[in-house]
Nanobody, 124 residues
């Protein structure tokens, strides 16, 4: 079992930055591929970014490429999502997730554990 707790969300103006954190407890996060998803009001939850266990490979949704950066510190059981040049369309609840798979997959079903989410609101 892995428990995931996100933090770092908040209200920011367009063009601003936020850094989300996800701390894993229970089994060490280094055993898992980690991902970030988001869900805007009235929309389905969507993949944002993911990182393999070693941190050597990452994947991003086209909508965030060049603006968001995912990283992990396995010694701290923590995954980060640095979000720059934020846009109003980035407004959503952001969820951290852990997968027992080897590769970064973009589908919700590939992830075994989920956090409760943290709200990110970008004002125009």
């Amino acid at each position: 079992q892995v428990q995931l707790v996100e933090s770092g969300g908040g209200l920011v103006q367009a063009g601003g930055s936020l850094r989300l954190s996800c701390v894993a407890s229970g089994r060490t996060s280094s055993r898992y591929v980690m991902g970030w998803f988001r869900q805007a009001p009235g929309k389905e939850r969507e993949f944002v970014s993911g990182i393999v266990r070693s941190g050597t490979s990452t994947k991003y949704a086209d909508s965030v490429k060049g603006r968001f950066t995912i990283s992990r510190d396995n010694a701290k059981n923590t995954v980060y999502l640095q979000m720059n040049s934020l846009k109003p369309e980035d407004t959503a609840v952001y969820y951290c997730a852990a997968s027992r798979d080897i590769l970064v997959l973009t589908t919700l079903g590939a992830y075994d554990y989920w956090g409760q989410g943290t709200q990110v609101t970008v004002s125009s």
